[in-house]
């Protein structure tokens, strides 16, 4: 039996309502003085100005993002599997599609996991197997993000009921959990101990996420640069280095670079220059895809696939974004192929 997900509110949330907020609250905050200083590992004073350019294009992002979802109705369909081997087969797949140490293979098995998780939900057991996997993965490896993913996988239908203003609140009940319960658990600590439970720690914490996005902004990039950030291989073929590893040049110190430490990417970078075209592009081929291909199960997967990178809107790139999102696409017309021709060859041999 097909049942219907309805993420309208929820994409509605994460890519306009959130964004809008955490960007603006600095906005106001910044008027009086004409600029926020802010501190990870060196200082910054972020200017007034640049806060706006943040919240309005995150904001104008945002509802570009909203309109070109729209052809597919916000609407995942998917059917319920009772069946045990079919369940274990999604245990399997997950395990290979977190685990997987090859760069090439995850990029691969990621939307294999999108489109097959998306169109067929286990039942409730196999997500509590899938949970328990995840946390014991977190206290090994001090990694949330199996976390994240399955218990946002689990509760989707739950939150696609919520209306707009209960699934605010639990946003902002979800960051707290993130920051005063997860993050301590990754750092091997105890929650709410060691400075955690502090609400000082819950705005330090958010300084990276302010101080890449200013980095990224002022940073002056080239077209192809910009473009190879959204494209496959792109970056690989022209040379060119990341985005992430420039910033970290420009805004840590070299001994805190040799650790492993970065602020993270940031949709910023397109707001400059030769970037809202290039957002508008990608955009507008993605509306094109959903609306000349029309399969569901590409739809699905799409769809979850923002719904899971809503939280992470506000700091992360689009363009990270939109590379997965081509792999599905590439990934679903293969299948699509495959299966005319496997169901061609079927019809053939029932006829001779």
């Known amino acids: 039996m097909k049942k219907v997900i309805d993420v309208k509110n929820f994409i509605f949330v994460s ?40 919240f309005w294009g995150y904001l104008i992002l945002g509802f570009w993002v909203y309109n070109t979802l729209k052809v597919t109705g916000f609407k995942i369909i998917y059917e319920e599997q009772t069946s045990v081997s079919l369940n274990f087969f999604i245990v399997v797949f997950y395990l290979a599609f977190m ?36 946390s014991i993965n977190m206290v090994i490896f001090y990694d949330r993000y199996p976390v994240i993913l399955i218990l946002m996988i689990w509760m989707l239908p739950f939150l696609s009921r919520l209306s707009v203003f209960k699934l605010l609140l639990s946003a902002v009940t979800g ?19 060691s400075g955690f439970g502090e609400l000082s720690y819950l705005i330090k914490h958010l300084f990276p996420i302010y101080i890449g996005a200013y980095l990224l902004l002022v940073e002056d990039f080239s077209f192809s640069q910009l473009l190879s950030e959204a494209i496959p291989f792109m970056k690989g073929a022209l040379g060119y280095e990341s985005v992430i590893e420039i910033i970290a040049r420009e805004g840590l110190p070299k001994e805190v670079i040799d650790t492993g430490v970065r602020h ?32 569901q199960k590409l739809r699905n997967a799409i769809l979850l696939m923002f719904v899971l990178q809503g939280p992470y809107f506000i700091r992360r790139t689009f363009g990270s974004l939109y590379i997965d999102i081509l792999v599905v696409i590439f990934i679903s017309v293969i299948l699509l192929l495959y299966i005319q021709v496997f169901n061609s060859n079927s019809s053939r041999r029932n006829y001779f």
């Open 175 to 193: 960051i707290f959990i993130l920051v005063f319960l997860l993050q301590p658990l990754r750092a091997g600590l105890v929650p709410f101990s």
């Open 99 to 134: 685990y997987t140490s090859i760069g090439y293979l995850k990029l691969l098995l990621t939307p294999f996991f999108y489109i097959f998780i998306s169109s067929y939900r286990p039942k409730t057991l196999t997500f509590f197997v899938l949970l328990c996997l995840s």
């Open 264 to 295: 993270g990417s940031n949709s910023s970078m397109y707001f400059d220059g030769w970037g809202p075209l290039i957002l508008i592009g990608l955009l507008v081929t993605l509306n094109f895809s959903l609306r000349f291909l029309r399969l």
């Open 15 to 54: 890519y306009i309502i959130i964004p809008s907020i955490f960007y603006l609250i600095p906005y106001v905050v910044s008027y009086e003085s004409g600029f926020l200083r802010m501190y990870f590992f060196n200082t910054f004073d972020i200017p007034h100005e640049v806060f706006s350019r943040f």
